[in-house]
């Protein structure tokens, strides 16, 4: 039986979103070096062991391998692209605007929350953590204390007033 094989999505190729900041890029670096020093090694010497049992084609074992090899060498491809296009996320202290790297408290509806603006790569909405790429990243940047933005949804507009930025 074959496996189907599926369509790339309009998402496949796209470049990962080069703001990061040093922790995230140091976590990358970490991961880089892991891969290429214990991961890559083990996985080749894997391959010639599977490789030296005979007959390539009734070897199940020694396909997989050589798919789990593919897989480490294009992750390390990936991160190393990745931390070259890297853009070092710094925030300006004393900024009047909201840029990257920025805590921003708004109101809406009465109640205030507090947003860290960052890259993709570093979203955690549960926590507060957005994208700059977000509707209501995209939203803030480059507006100052005071600004109120609008942000439609489905059902209705929903008005954030930024309160502070540090």
Known sequence: MQIPIRKPGK?????????????????????????????????????????????FSDNAAYSMAKGRLRGINQKIIEIEDHLKRSLIITPVKNSTTVQLGHHVTVEVSGRQKTYLLLGSAETDPGKGIISHNSPIGYALIGRRVGDIIKIKTLSKDIEYKIVRIE
Do not use: C, I, W
């Open 11 to 55: 998402y496949t190729h796209q470049k990962p979103d080069p703001h990061l900041t040093e922790a995230k890029f140091n976590e990358l670096k970490n991961k880089l070096e892991r891969l290429k020093k214990y991961s890559h090694p083990r996985a080749v010497e894997e391959v010639k062991r599977l490789a030296e049992m005979g007959d």
